[in-house]
């Protein structure tokens, strides 16, 4: 491993962060008058001004519904909602458009494959295998569909560091379970699952395979074909794009064979009081009038992406977390929650004597925005034996000097509850 001033120097000189900072404008905005640092960025990332600008365009030239009007915006609309869905499929490397379905988020595709396919295949006596890494979305789903259908919820352990065991993984899968669904990277945490390599794992016994991809797709690039995923799932706001807005990727032959989700307009081909014939995939599972800003503006936030080289982002990311860990580690009294050897764009800690609400609060006066609380992962911190952890996420505009600020801002923190 390299040490902490190569890798402060390498960086320095490699990632013109400053640059891309220029592109989010909220990044130079002040909070209790001190520059913002912005270290949330698992809950949410900031906008870049292509999404900004491509949202405003659209609100004020382009506005129509969509598969419904023979006028010119509607058309307009149509071609530019259709076209996200292409960028999408380009994306993630997926076959087909026709794979890529617009949701609201992550949280609605995982409802949305635990209550159709789900629902469909699951019965009284078979198993649905999570991880003991997964957030609150890729659990109560499931446990709602066991439930209701009398199966059983199998949840695969971690090691001590955040690892998912994957002898148990393997132990686990069996000819009664219906479907597998784990997360890609741990929101709590930061560790990377293999997930390749459980998909693998999983489709030796014939289970399809869910995957959580929330935190994955922030920061690292995604193939969904040579994952071999079965369903992938993100959120928009999380890569840079609008809220309200997220994806679920399922392989055609799934997508065709699961009933709808919602019923409404846009997902049938013909209605009689008798009878409905649903539409084609993906039109099927976008019922009513779909957020069609949020889709163009969701293409504009992987316009950007795109336009940055990701062996460079990744490389500077990874810097970043390393740094922060190494640097957090040096603090006495703090430990971190999360050791995994892979890891991405998460530090999670705990500081003796101080509940991690109140590091939030300090830390917040000085301008530095991150998370506290359990992360919507509450089984991780019954794990560790805590009620909650302080969380600082990264993305790519943040910087080495962000890290030292947030040091500070820790020092501060034991200052003030007479630590130091
Ligand atoms: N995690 C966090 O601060 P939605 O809310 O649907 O966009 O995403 C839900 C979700 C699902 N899976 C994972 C791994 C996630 O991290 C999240 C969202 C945020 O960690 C908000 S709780």
Known sequence: MKNTSTIEQQTRIDFPVEK??????ILSISVHGKPLVYLDNAASAQKPNLVIDTIKKYYLTENSNVHRG???LSELATKKYEAARVTVQKFLNAESEREIIFVRGTTEAINLVAATFGRKNVQAGDE??????EHHSNIVPWQMLCEEKGARLRV???????????????????????IAAISHISNALGTINPVKQMIEMAHQQGVPVLVDG????????????????????????????????????G???????????????????SVTFEKTIFNDIPHKYEAGTPHIAGAIGLAAAIDYMNSLDWDVVQQYEQTLL??????????????IIGT?????????????????????TILDQEGIAIRTGHHCAQPVMQKYGIPATARASFAFYNTIEEIDTLIRGIQKVKEVFGHV
């Open 322 to 335: 390393l740094l922060a860990h190494e640097k957090l580690a040096a603090i006495q009294g703090l430990r």
């Open 156 to 178: 695969a352990p971690i090691n001590d560091d955040g690892e998912v065991v994957l002898e148990e993984f393997a132990r686990l899968l069996s000819g009664k379970t219906k």
């Open 128 to 133: 649905v295998l999570i991880t003991g890494l």
């Open 251 to 269: 392989k055609t032959n799934l997508l065709e064979s699961m009933p709808p989700y919602q019923g409404g307009g846009d997902m049938i081909k």
């Open 340 to 360: 995994a050897k892979e890891k991405a764009g998460v530090v999670s800690f705990v500081l003796d004597g101080v509940h991690p609400h109140d590091i939030g």
């Open 214 to 249: 929330a935190q994955a797709v922030p920061h690292i690039r995604i193939d969904v074909r040579d994952l071999d995923a079965d369903f992938y799932t993100f959120s928009s706001h999380k890569i840079f794009g609008p809220t309200g807005l997220g994806i679920l990727y």
């Open 70 to 72: 023979v006028h010119y």
């Open 20 to 25: 891309i900072r220029r592109d989010f404008p």
